[in-house]
């Protein structure tokens, strides 16, 4: 095991994350869109269909996103998206912001402020 090796691979990671976050900034900001941020802790390993947010790392196998306990099947990125959605909207209700009637777009649908989530046809 190459110590070194490990380190080297998590700083590079890092730096490659604040890159892509300085650049995404960069450009919303020419476009005059607003950037948040969110901690992707458990993200993938949450169900995003319910309210009650059941979570379990045995919830995601790969692409595969099956919830132990209401047996949602989704795609596991799919599922992470709606859930880094939802938890921005509950960062506006916590902040009172004024956003918290916001809706966030996802590409193929909206996750309200109670976590609702609508699909709609693209
Ligand atoms: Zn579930």
Known sequence: ???????NALKFQQWAFREIQRRVEY????YDIEVDTVAPQ???????????????????DG??????????ELHADYNAARNVAWRLV???LKSG?????SQR????GTVNANGDFNASAV
Do not use: P, V
């Open 27 to 30: 450009k919303a900001e020419e």
């Open 105 to 108: 777009a996802l590409k193929s």
């Open 90 to 92: 509950q960062n506006w």
């Open 63 to 72: 692409d595969e996103f099956e919830c132990l306990k209401c047996g949602k």
């Open 1 to 7: 095991m190459n110590w070194t090796r490990i380190s």
């Open 42 to 60: 458990f993200t993938s390993q949450r169900c995003s269909h319910g309210e009650y947010g059941f979570t379990h790392e045995d919830n995601r």
């Open 97 to 101: 912001s004024g956003r918290a009637t």
